[in-house]
């Protein structure tokens, strides 16, 4: 008995010194590498030939360290962390407008209904020269940013380009709220319909409020349309998912390297509707807290999911403060539905690291999963809709075009050609439109290029540097390449149809314009009613 005791003693030692050596060698080699950065550092700033800036070249290191990582481990300086806060909270001190920054200058991209910029006239496509007395010519992105931003009832100058003019607008900032449900309606007599573009801190109180007004006009049944919707606040989601399922239901389980984050999360309180059809519309850009609003109610066979395979972001980020008000929101967890799935399409695990390349779990081999009434659902490439509405794959011409200055600036053209358009459940755009689309592009090439384009001109100007003579094969190449590229876009006409649809009404009608029109005319709308009205049909889906 003694010798047995000896022994486990010795074992224990044995373990207790292996943890102290392994966690002394992890402490060592962190402390090492930290001293190595450090003294790099001070060499640089004493004796390189040049002035380096401080900030910036830590913000770079930083940057490339977890760009290695995955694309949600972030860092976050001082105006970071408050436009992150901004993002959580759902309301800032502002003018009501977003904006995109193209060679040095800052362009209204959206007006926001009933704000600043609204009320005082400013228009998308409008150029913002000058901030108060500053010239924004050349500055830096994150400083002209920041000066739109303020105190509520602290006012600004703004002088503009708009169409050859140079305008002039006095704003007075407002509290801005970004409301996570811009548009919600009665389709018909029965079907509400909801959209829900974030999980922000207003989430759960906006839905339950359209919820509610909607069973006041008759609801009977329900589509919640969380397409584009890129997710957002955990706590948010839960409370969500509990409007329709019962109390002390999983709605997620987070799992992390650390077992107190890890966690089981349920529904708190008394559902709202336990009842109800639902329809959740998905697609490929709804992501984390949409697919676990999706996941949830699909394992527990309470609505039918319908669209496009979602974007499969299956990782849980949390906030931790660093020194001088800078933030680092890592990668802490992964989580799973209540059926046991992780819908985590990218694994970032396995990065090639030579080049790059990040594989796909959904290539790989999937599990699968059963939902509260036995249907077989899988794992990995995010959630696949019960019934999926196919689309043509988009061409690189068309993913190039909806990005594109060309878009934007061919949908300014068409605003300030046309004074009105007709109501939004009225208005509809055809071939002649998108005929006319093209032909801005043949116009306006340089606003749309493709990659192979670009890399094209640079091969071209090596050619050049070394002498020879090519002009006239690389013109001939280049016109074949415009007319291909153009041609390619034939096989997304509805779909960029629909894209150009959308962004022109948003010019007259703003975010509620565009859902007006598309539970009128929206294929992917119109199939969900269709399958909420055949009870039969709703009922085979869900058993």
């Given at each position: 008995?003694?010798?047995?005791?000896?022994?486990?003693?010795?074992?224990?030692l044995?373990?207790?010194?292996?943890?102290?050596?392994s966690?002394?060698?992890?402490?060592?080699?962190i402390?090492?590498q930290i001293?190595i950065?450090?003294t790099?550092f001070?060499e640089l700033?004493?004796?390189?030939?040049?002035?380096?800036?401080p900030?910036?070249?830590?913000?770079?290191?930083?940057?490339?360290?977890?760009?290695n990582?995955d694309?949600?481990?972030?860092f976050?300086?001082?105006?970071?962390?408050?436009?992150a806060?901004i993002k959580?909270?759902g309301?800032?001190g502002?003018v009501g407008a977003?904006?995109?920054?193209?060679?040095?200058?800052?362009?209204?991209?959206?007006i926001?209904?009933?704000?600043?910029a609204h009320?005082?006239?400013l228009l998308?496509?409008?150029?913002i020269l000058k901030?108060d007395?500053?010239?924004?010519?050349?500055?830096?992105?994150e400083v002209?940013?920041?000066?739109?931003?303020?105190?509520?009832?602290s006012?600004i100058?703004?002088?503009?380009?708009r169409?050859n003019?140079v305008?002039d607008?006095?704003l007075?900032r407002?509290?801005?709220?970004i409301?996570?449900?811009p548009?919600?309606?009665m389709?018909?007599e029965?079907?509400g319909?909801?959209?829900?573009?974030?999980f922000?801190?207003?989430a759960?109180?906006?839905?339950k409020?359209?919820?509610?007004?909607?069973?006041?006009q008759g609801?009977?049944k329900?589509?919640?349309d969380v397409r584009?919707?890129?997710g957002g606040?955990?706590?948010?989601v839960?409370k969500?998912?509990n409007?329709?399922?019962?109390?002390?239901?999983?709605?997620?389980?987070?799992?992390?390297k650390?077992?107190?984050?890890?966690?089981?999360?349920?529904t708190k309180?008394?559902?709202?509707?336990t009842?109800?059809s639902?329809?959740?519309?998905i697609?490929?850009r709804?992501?984390?807290?949409s697919?676990?609003?999706a996941g949830a109610l699909?394992d527990y066979d309470?609505?039918v999911i319908?669209?496009e395979r979602?974007?499969?972001?299956g990782?849980?980020?949390?906030s931790?403060k660093?020194?001088?008000?800078?933030?680092?929101?890592?990668?802490?967890s992964?989580?799973y539905?209540?059926?046991?799935r992780?819908?985590?399409?990218l694994?970032y695990?396995?990065?090639?690291?030579?080049?790059?390349?990040?594989?796909k779990?959904?290539n790989?081999?999937?599990n699968k999963f059963l939902?509260?009434n036995?249907?077989?659902?899988?794992?990995g490439?995010?959630?696949t809709?019960d019934i999926?509405?196919?689309?043509p794959t988009q061409?690189?011409?068309?993913k190039?075009?909806l990005t594109?200055d060309?878009?934007?600036?061919?949908?300014?053209?068409?605003?300030?050609?046309?004074?009105t358009?007709?109501?939004?459940?009225?208005?509809?755009?055809?071939e002649?439109?998108?005929?006319?689309?093209?032909e801005?592009?043949r116009?306006n090439?340089?606003?749309?290029q493709?990659s192979s384009e670009?890399?094209l001109?640079?091969?071209?100007?090596?050619?050049e540097k070394?002498k020879?003579n090519i002009?006239?094969?690389?013109?001939?190449l280049l016109n074949?390449?415009q007319?291909?590229?153009?041609?390619?876009?034939d096989?997304?006409k509805e779909?960029?149809l629909?894209?150009?649809?959308?962004?022109?009404?948003?010019?007259?009608?703003?975010?509620?314009g565009?859902?007006q029109?598309?539970i009128?005319?929206?294929?992917?709308?119109?199939e969900?009613?269709?399958?909420l009205?055949?009870?039969?049909?709703y009922?085979?889906?869900?058993?």
């Open positions: 008995m003694k010798k047995i005791k000896n022994k486990i003693i010795a074992t224990l044995i373990i207790a010194v292996t943890i102290s050596f966690y002394k060698s992890d402490f060592f080699e402390a090492k001293e950065y450090t790099l001070k700033n004493l004796y390189y030939i040049d002035e380096i800036n900030a910036e070249v830590t913000e770079r290191a930083i940057n490339n360290v977890l760009q990582l694309p949600y481990t972030r976050y300086d001082e105006q970071g962390v408050e436009d806060k959580r909270e309301q800032y502002g977003s904006i995109v920054y193209r060679e040095g200058n800052l362009i209204v991209r959206e926001y209904k009933d704000n600043p009320k005082a006239g998308v496509g409008d150029k901030i007395n500053t010239i924004l010519k050349d500055q830096p992105e002209t940013r920041a000066m739109l931003k303020g105190l509520p009832n006012t100058k703004i002088q503009v380009k169409q003019q305008l607008f006095n007075t407002e509290t801005i709220e409301n996570p449900v548009f919600y309606g389709v018909d029965e079907v319909y909801i959209y829900f573009m974030k922000n801190k207003k759960s109180k906006k839905i409020e359209a919820f509610l007004d909607l069973k006041s609801m009977t329900l589509i919640i584009h919707n890129p606040l955990l706590n948010e839960i969500i998912v409007f329709f399922i019962p109390k002390g239901k999983v709605v997620v389980t987070t799992r992390a650390l077992d107190k984050w890890s966690n089981t999360l349920k309180s008394q559902p709202i509707d009842e109800i639902i329809a959740i519309l697609d490929n709804s992501a984390s807290a697919e676990i609003l699909q309470r609505a319908i669209g979602s974007f499969g972001k990782l849980v980020q949390r931790r660093l020194t001088y008000g800078t933030q680092l929101k890592l990668t802490i992964k989580y539905t209540p059926s046991g992780c819908i985590q399409e694994d695990t396995n990065r090639d690291q030579k080049t790059g390349k990040v594989p779990f959904s790989g081999e999937v939902t509260e036995g249907r077989t659902v899988y794992d490439g995010g959630v809709p999926e509405i196919k689309k061409t690189a011409a068309t190039r075009l594109s060309a878009f934007f600036n061919y949908i300014t053209s068409y605003y300030y050609k046309n004074a358009i007709s109501k939004p459940e009225n208005f509809q755009l055809n002649k439109e998108f005929n006319s689309l093209k801005y592009l116009n090439a340089k606003d749309y493709l670009k890399a001109k640079k091969v071209i100007e090596n050619i070394d020879l002009k006239l094969q690389y013109n001939a074949q390449l007319l291909e590229k153009l041609a390619a876009l096989e997304n779909e960029i629909n894209h150009l649809t959308t962004k022109i009404i948003n010019r007259y009608y703003f975010k509620e565009e859902y029109q598309k009128k005319f929206d294929k992917t709308i119109k969900s009613i269709k399958i009205k055949n009870e039969k049909q009922t085979a889906i869900l058993n």
